[in-house]
T-cell receptor, first 113, second 113 residues
Framework: DAGVIQSPRHEVTEMGQEVTLRCKPISGHNSLFWYRQTMMRGLELLIYFNNNVPIDDSGMPEDRFSAKMPNASFSTLKIQPSEPRDSAVYFC???????????FGEGSRLTVL | AQSVTQLGSHVSVSEGALVLLRCNYS??????LFWYVQYPNQGLQLLLKYTSAATLVKGINGFEAEFKKSETSFHLTKPSAHMSDAAEYFCAVSTSGANNLFFGTGTRLTVIP
């Protein structure tokens, strides 16, 4: 079975550029989560969706970050403009009915120069 | 609000030795507790979960954890460490589901041959 699929796996960009990270959740899962992982702050929940609707975006750092889920099989996390402090690994995870067993993708490692 | 504390950010054991990773939780209501494992350059994977059934929970790869309410602990153990167990381990707590899942700061396990 296909797990959570994220792209790109690695992204290197320059400060001020737009970054778009993509996620395909596991088929049949109706909850999707975006996390950020850094050495300093560990794992932080940025936003989550239930049935394609954003439920809680209180973890989104600032207005430069936005996330969408146009359908049950696709979500994006966009950073515009990007800054060096956004450098991190961004994980997408999905679950069924907000069950606490999360299935994580392999992450997108973002480096902003 | 709930939280978890993982004691020891780094643990080293010899191959074949007992693995003990410590986790203490704080929760005002009966919690759900989890251990996740993260191998290098991968996402998190569920090892085991406690959901108020048996207090001794067995997971994948020979790991188990025991829920001790009196000690507010959920320590992870494995009788004999294998080189392939080298990874980062995260304890997590929830009171209702993935929308309020809180992760600890992680413990990096090193296995010495």
């Amino acid at each position: 079975d296909a797990g959570v699929i994220q792209s790109p796996r690695h992204e290197v960009t320059e400060m001020g550029q737009e970054v778009t990270l993509r996620c395909k959740p596991i088929s049949g899962h109706n909850s999707l989560f975006w996390y950020r992982q850094t050495m300093m702050r560990g794992l932080e929940l940025l936003i989550y969706f239930n049935n394609n609707v954003p439920i809680d975006d209180s973890g989104m750092p600032e207005d430069r970050f936005s996330a969408k889920m146009p359908n049950a099989s696709f979500s994006t996390l966009k950073i515009q403009p990007s800054e060096p402090r956004d450098s991190a690994v961004y994980f997408c995870a999905s679950s069924f009915q907000l069950a606490a067993e999360l299935f994580f993708g392999e992450g997108s490692r973002l480096t902003v120069l | 609000a709930q939280s978890v504390t993982q004691l020891g950010s780094h643990v080293s054991v010899s191959e074949g030795a007992l693995v003990l990773l410590r986790c203490n939780y704080s929760s005002s209501v009966p919690p759900y507790l989890f251990w996740y494992v993260q191998y290098p350059n991968q996402g998190l994977q569920l090892l085991l979960k406690y959901t108020s059934a048996a207090t001794l929970v067995k997971g994948i790869n020979g790991f188990e954890a025991e829920f001790k309410k009196s000690e507010t602990s959920f320590h992870l153990t494995k009788p004999s460490a294998h080189m392939s167990d080298a990874a980062e381990y995260f304890c997590a707590v929830s009171t209702s589901g993935a929308n309020n899942l809180f992760f600890g700061t992680g413990t990096r396990l090193t296995v010495i041959p």
